[in-house]
């Protein structure tokens, strides 16, 4: 059958190919799906478009984020049907085969399908909240407040916290305070650390997580930190950095006598599905997502930016690379 597909052909060069999609290889725990919307990831696409990402080869097509409806399934599939709208990771393709094993989630009735694949980013953003030590009443700071550390912001709220989110774009900052975060701040125009410390009556922050991704955001923001404070690391780091990492070290260790602990949240430490040996999986907080949506408490209208063809693929990118006050949530519209 004939499918349509965004491609990464080179660094900075992206296309829209149509290519043959050969439904003989159904397996039988597959299902063949037609996108309904997909939704570009800007961090991890941005540095894959960029060649730098080892594991992304070129050509390839990017994309993890889907609500599709199912065309068909394998002999083996006895949960699912031809017709059901479904969540799932796929790419920015027309049709794609993908198992139904794992994320492969059913949609909601009660949220609009646009909002669906918006599933994946607070997914990730929740693992920053699983494994931090945030209590009701407690003082968070975000830094970077693009899509997931905008969602990272809720989640921080809805636990308890009084949120404080920090970014350079004005546009990211008013799209927090949309969703009702404590204070937004511009990290170019104020002094975050002396606004910090009136926020929170001199003590700092008790975790700060840290969705940007660059190094130098995480080591400047140091100082927000309280005494047994919390740095969780959100967004995967990229890009060289130096600095002396002894001052960083003697910072930690000396800071008040007290420690600064360093955690990893990235999204895989959770396994997919529900076991009896670990509490929290990708599906479990998959199917809260789907209730806080459906409850708004957990908000997504005002993260999206642009509903696109996949013909304007190109323009997309550029705009999240090069206009990011106006270019934020981006979704593909298959139909």
Same mark, same amino acid.
């Given at each position: 059958?004939?499918?349509?597909?965004?491609?990464?052909?080179?660094?900075?060069?992206?296309?829209?190919?149509?290519?043959?999609?050969?439904?003989?290889?159904?397996?039988?725990?597959?299902?063949?799906?037609?996108?309904?919307?997909?939704?570009?990831?800007?961090?991890?696409?941005?540095?894959?478009?960029?060649?730098?990402?080892?594991?992304?080869?070129?050509?390839?097509?990017?994309?993890?984020?889907?609500?599709?409806?199912?065309?068909? @399934?394998? %002999?083996?599939?006895?949960?699912?049907?031809? &017709?059901?709208?479904? !969540?799932?990771?796929?790419?920015?393709?027309? *049709? $794609?085969?993908?198992?139904?094993?794992?994320?492969?989630?059913?949609?909601?009735?009660?949220?609009?399908?646009?909002?669906?694949?918006?599933?994946?980013?607070?997914?990730?953003?929740?693992?920053?909240?699983?494994?931090?030590?945030?209590?009701?009443?407690?003082?968070?700071?975000?830094?970077?407040?693009?899509?997931?550390?905008?969602?990272?912001?809720?989640?921080?709220?809805?636990?308890?916290?009084?949120?404080?989110?920090?970014?350079?774009?004005?546009?990211?900052?008013?799209?927090?305070?949309?969703?009702?975060?404590?204070?937004?701040?511009?990290?170019?125009?104020?002094?975050?650390?002396?606004?910090?410390?009136?926020?929170?009556?001199?003590?700092?922050?008790?975790?700060?997580?840290?969705?940007?991704?660059?190094?130098?955001?995480? @080591?400047? %923001?140091?100082?927000?930190?309280?005494?047994? &404070?919390?740095?969780? !690391?959100?967004?995967?780091?990229?890009?060289? *950095? $130096?600095?002396?990492?002894?001052?960083?070290?003697?910072?930690?260790?000396?800071?008040?006598?007290?420690?600064?602990?360093?955690?990893?949240?990235?999204?895989?430490?959770?396994?997919?599905?529900?076991?009896?040996?670990?509490?929290?999986?990708?599906?479990?907080?998959?199917?809260?997502?789907?209730?806080?949506?459906?409850?708004?408490?957990?908000?997504?209208?005002?993260?999206?930016?642009?509903?696109?063809?996949?013909?304007?693929?190109?323009?997309?990118?550029?705009?999240?690379?090069?206009?990011?006050?106006?270019?934020?949530?981006?979704?593909?519209?298959?139909?």
């Amino acid at each position: 059958m004939q499918n349509k597909q965004i491609v990464f052909t080179a660094p900075w060069q992206v296309e829209v190919q149509n290519t043959s999609l050969s439904v003989s290889t159904i397996g039988e725990h597959d299902a063949l799906v037609k996108k309904i919307y997909t939704l570009i990831s800007p961090g991890t696409e941005l540095a894959c478009l960029s060649g730098n990402e080892g594991w992304f080869g070129m050509p390839g097509v990017p994309g993890y984020a889907a609500v599709s409806e199912i065309i068909e @399934v394998g %002999n083996g599939v006895t949960e699912f049907n031809a &017709g059901d709208i479904v !969540f799932h990771y796929g790419d920015h393709s027309a *049709y $794609q085969i993908v198992s139904t094993e794992g994320m492969f989630m059913k949609a909601p009735q009660n949220i609009p399908l646009s909002w669906v694949p918006f599933t994946r980013m607070a997914t990730v953003a929740f693992t920053s909240t699983r494994i931090s030590q945030i209590e009701l009443g407690d003082h968070v700071a975000v830094t970077g407040l693009g899509l997931i550390g905008n969602m990272a912001s809720q989640l921080a709220k809805l636990q308890g916290a009084n949120v404080f989110g920090i970014d350079l774009s004005e546009q990211r900052l008013i799209m927090a305070e949309k969703t009702a975060i404590s204070a937004a701040l511009h990290a170019g125009h104020a002094n975050v650390r002396e606004e910090i410390m009136k926020l929170t009556g001199g003590e700092g922050v008790s975790t700060l997580i840290e969705a940007t991704g660059v190094p130098k955001a995480a @080591v400047d %923001n140091l100082p927000l930190i309280a005494k047994f &404070g919390e740095l969780i !690391f959100l967004g995967s780091p990229r890009g060289e *950095y $130096q600095t002396n990492v002894t001052e960083i070290l003697n910072y930690v260790h000396l800071m008040n006598y007290g420690s600064i602990t360093f955690k990893g949240a990235h999204e895989w430490r959770y396994p997919v599905e529900k076991n009896g040996f670990v509490k929290h999986s990708l599906v479990r907080n998959s199917q809260i997502v789907f209730r806080l949506m459906a409850e708004n408490k957990l908000l997504v209208e005002p993260l999206i930016s642009h509903v696109l063809k996949p013909e304007e693929a190109g323009a997309a990118y550029e705009g999240l690379r090069n206009d990011k006050e106006h270019y934020y949530g981006v979704l593909f519209d298959w139909s």
